[in-house]
């Protein structure tokens, strides 16, 4: 087969191009490959409608396929929907993987959450881990889910010598986020609270859980930057863990966000809320043995973010 580093691709799938990690990930693709760069939408083709991978693989017959479409939300929404996570991204993945083996694809790159790791996992999370115990309850439907990526990439790669790369980056942030209370990570959670309590006037921001929980953020551009990498020269189905690999708890995010939003009232704790896992924080261990990183700074990621959320709203171009 030939290497995508010496042979870059002359045709490029996206799926999930126009979601949260689409938008960072398509310019970053466009610029680094001389190649067409195809995006369809999910009225173009409903991944989850019988037939439709096959159909979208045949009418675009890529060399590479990077495959970003997903059910995804925070633990409010993954409690509140789990059939649907489970189901959801189950067929996606499925469907989308056999049909690009069908079509003769040579790559094909995927992404799946770090919580798809066990829940007592200990910290930082190893990749090798991943196998040792059951996730955390409230997003195990989507985190097995997205497990089975690591074994439909394995047992094509055994029988069929299909090339496919499973990557799991940390706690994603960024701009084009998606804002909407019901279904935000923490992050966008978070800065729509502080910017619509700075607005308000509000004395306090409520906040679920204790903040006792540490987590490894990693800003989207960190993630698409390293894509480009990996599609030229990592083939392998042995996962990699891309994130910072360092450790920041709820309450330190939360007052670093009321300081950078301009919010000076109080933030008021919900204990009755669940926490979900105290700490995960992921080994970049393997990362660094291939010479890369996600090397930008938290405060300057919340700040992007923070500023496109605002500009953003006021153009009626996030999701709320």
Same mark, same amino acid.
């Given at each position: 087969?030939?290497?995508?580093?010496?042979?870059?691709? !002359?045709?490029?799938?996206?799926?999930?191009?126009?979601?949260?990690?689409? +938008?960072?990930?398509?310019?970053?693709?466009?610029?680094?490959?001389? #190649?067409?760069?195809?995006?369809?939408?999910?009225?173009?083709?409903?991944?989850?409608?019988?037939?439709?991978?096959?159909? $979208?693989?045949?009418?675009?017959?890529?060399?590479?396929?990077? +495959?970003?479409?997903?059910?995804?939300?925070?633990?409010?929404?993954? !409690?509140? @929907?789990?059939?649907?996570?489970?189901?959801?991204?189950?067929?996606?993945?499925?469907?989308?993987?056999?049909?690009?083996?069908?079509?003769?694809?040579?790559?094909?790159?995927?992404?799946?959450?770090?919580?798809?790791?066990?829940?007592?996992?200990?910290?930082?999370?190893?990749?090798?881990?991943?196998?040792?115990?059951?996730?955390?309850?409230?997003?195990?439907?989507?985190? $097995?889910?997205?497990?089975?990526?690591?074994?439909?990439?394995?047992?094509?790669?055994?029988?069929?010598?299909?090339?496919?790369?499973?990557?799991?980056p940390g706690n994603v942030y960024g701009e084009w986020d998606n804002f909407r209370l019901s279904q935000a990570h923490v992050i966008p959670a978070l800065i729509r609270r502080f910017v619509e309590a700075v607005e308000q006037g509000s004395p306090e921001v409520i906040v679920l859980g204790t903040?006792?929980? !540490? @987590?490894?953020?990693?800003?989207?551009?960190?993630?698409?930057?390293?894509?480009?990498?990996?599609?030229?020269?990592?083939?392998?189905?042995?996962?990699?863990?891309?994130?910072?690999?360092?450790?920041?708890?709820?309450?330190?995010?939360?007052?670093?966000?009321?300081?950078?939003?301009?919010?000076?009232? !109080?933030?008021?704790?919900?204990?009755?809320?669940?926490?979900?896992? $105290?700490?995960?924080?992921?080994?970049?261990?393997?990362?660094?043995?291939?010479?890369? #990183?996600?090397?930008?700074?938290?405060?300057?990621?919340?700040?992007?973010?923070?500023?496109?959320?605002?500009?953003?709203?006021?153009?009626?171009?996030?999701? $709320?």
């Amino acid at each position: 087969m030939k290497r995508m580093a010496d042979h870059p691709p !002359r045709r490029i799938l996206i799926t999930g191009a126009h979601g949260f990690l689409g +938008h960072h990930i398509v310019p970053v693709i466009r610029r680094e490959f001389p #190649s067409e760069v195809i995006c369809p939408t999910r009225q173009d083709y409903d991944l989850l409608a019988p037939g439709a991978a096959d159909r $979208l693989l045949r009418d675009t017959q890529p060399d590479l396929v990077i +495959h970003l479409a997903a059910k995804s939300g925070g633990i409010l929404d993954n !409690r509140a @929907r789990p059939a649907e996570y489970f189901y959801e991204n189950l067929m996606m993945n499925t469907a989308v993987f056999h049909a690009a083996w069908c079509a003769g694809v040579r790559k094909l790159v995927t992404l799946m959450g770090g919580c798809s790791y066990p829940a007592d996992a200990p910290s930082p999370i190893r990749e090798a881990t991943m196998w040792d115990g059951f996730p955390q309850p409230e997003s195990a439907p989507y985190a $097995l889910a997205k497990r089975m990526l690591l074994v439909q990439s394995a047992a094509y790669r055994a029988q069929y010598g299909f090339s496919s790369v499973v990557l799991i980056p940390g706690n994603v942030y960024g701009e084009w986020d998606n804002f909407r209370l019901s279904q935000a990570h923490v992050i966008p959670a978070l800065i729509r609270r502080f910017v619509e309590a700075v607005e308000q006037g509000s004395p306090e921001v409520i906040v679920l859980g204790t903040g006792r929980p !540490r @987590r490894d953020f990693v800003y989207a551009g960190d993630v698409a930057a390293l894509l480009p990498w990996f599609i030229r020269h990592y083939d392998s189905s042995e996962p990699i863990n891309l994130s910072t690999g360092r450790a920041t708890s709820i309450r330190e995010l939360a007052e670093l966000l009321a300081r950078l939003t301009g919010f000076t009232g !109080r933030i008021r704790w919900d204990a009755s809320q669940p926490d979900g896992q $105290l700490e995960k924080i992921f080994s970049t261990e393997r990362l660094k043995q291939l010479g890369l #990183s996600c090397s930008t700074p938290l405060e300057e990621g919340l700040q992007r973010t923070i500023d496109w959320f605002r500009a953003a709203r006021r153009e009626g171009t996030v999701r $709320l």
